[in-house]
């Protein structure tokens, strides 16, 4: 008996966004590696902490796939890609990242949505909120880089940067959740 409760195009872009997940994975690896070799433990630390994350993204996608009865295809991860040259060109290459991967993820909505497949549709809703917290908190921290400088931000910013993001949280605080009690 056939158990796969997955359409052939809606496997292959699960499969295809685990792999993404993976290389995001990979990209947030090689610059906190690079980051960290460069004297920026803190900002290190908050991009391994991300690489991490993003790992967990790909296991969400690869149990998702399994639990619907369908197959798994481990994909080769492109490269990373260049190091950046910078903490705020790292920054701004997050933005990127973190922006391809919301738009890849919005196609597989809709496509969940056009063939009606609900229970992907429901699952990838985690996801879009979730990439609204990748996007809010690099946004957040390419703001405070740009107060501080942008591309020409002082040593001295930068290290107050780099010790703050020694613990700064993983999440940021999303407009849908605000009150008027708490802004």
């Known amino acids: 008996m056939n158990t796969n409760r997955l359409s052939e195009s809606i496997c292959k872009a699960l499969n295809d966004q685990m792999t993404k997940e993976a290389h995001a994975s990979q990209i947030y690896l090689s610059y906190a590696s690079w980051l960290n070799a460069q004297g920026y433990e803190g900002v290190a630390n908050f991009l391994f902490r991300h690489a991490n994350e993003e790992r967990n993204h790909m296991m969400k996608f690869l149990e998702y796939i399994l639990e619907r009865g369908s197959t798994v295809k481990i994909s080769a ?3 990373p890609g260049e190091n950046p040259t ?28 056009d063939e009606s497949d609900w229970a992907t549709w429901n699952f990838l809703q985690w996801f879009v909120k979730e990439q609204t917290e990748e996007e809010t908190l690099i946004i957040n921290m390419l703001d405070k880089m740009k107060i501080a400088g942008g591309d020409k931000v002082s040593d001295q910013s930068l290290y107050s940067i780099d010790r703050d ?14 009150t008027v009690e708490e802004p």
């Open 77 to 79: 991860i492109p490269d």
């Open 86 to 113: 910078s903490v705020y060109d790292a920054f701004q290459k997050a933005f990127k990242q973190e922006v391809d991967n919301s738009e890849s993820i919005y196609e597989i909505v809709k496509q969940s949505f």
């Open 165 to 178: 993001l020694m613990s700064t949280p993983d999440e940021a605080d999303l407009a849908r959740e605000k």
